[in-house]
């Protein structure tokens, strides 16, 4: 075995190299054993995620909600008459811009959030890889919405899935008051 100066000569025999995974292997079974695992051989899909799900309905047609969500001026006074511009959004934050074609980009609320629209379907549903500026950088979750007629106007059914665990009380909380609460506002203006 050769050995570079500050270098930790490593045995050539095959069956101390075993031992050596092994060893290691080991060490690695104590120390995850002694944390929650969140998916294992017999379910290898997690069960623990969080995810948000609402059904909201609006006295609009799926048309009306679709273009507040995908237009950027009409989102803007969404954005005006939420709860973040009160709270959240300096003064001088850039305004809303949400792209109209799949891939594009959109960014609301100020710039407190970015994303980009994966699939629009006119009047029907958008798909969003959704986050707060906040996250850390490349940290996406994916946003549905879908709209439906309903008797009294629209079933917009929101599904928010993969975003960082802990977040789901704060996150619904803001689909509440910075969307659905002055999307209705908005809607209900002549």
């Known amino acids: 075995m050769s050995k570079r100066p500050n270098q930790i000569a490593l045995p050539d025999d095959p069956a101390r190299r075993q031992i050596l995974v092994g060893a290691a292997l080991a060490v690695s079974a104590l120390v995850l054993g002694q944390t929650q695992a969140h998916a294992n051989a017999e379910e290898p899909i997690s ?74 379907v006119p009047n029907a549903r958008i798909v969003q890889a959704w986050r707060p500026a906040y996250w850390n950088p490349g940290v996406y979750s994916i946003v549905k919405f879908a709209l439906a007629d309903s008797n009294s106007g629209t079933k917009l059914t929101l599904d928010h899935r993969g975003f960082p665990d802990g977040d789901a009380s704060s996150l619904l909380d803001g689909w509440n008051k910075n969307y659905w609460e002055p999307l209705e506002r908005f809607i209900a203006q002549p």
Request: charged content about 20%; proline content about 5%.
């Open 47 to 120: 069960r623990t995620a969080e995810s948000i799900h609402q059904e909201v309905i609006f006295t609009a047609s799926p048309k009306r909600v679709y273009e507040a969500l995908t237009d950027a001026k009409q989102f803007q006074r969404v954005v005006e008459l939420s709860n973040a511009m009160k709270t959240r959004i300096p003064a001088g934050a850039p305004a809303t811009q949400i792209s109209t074609e799949p891939g594009g980009a959109f960014s609301t609320f100020g710039g407190l959030i970015v994303g980009r629209q994966i699939e629009l």
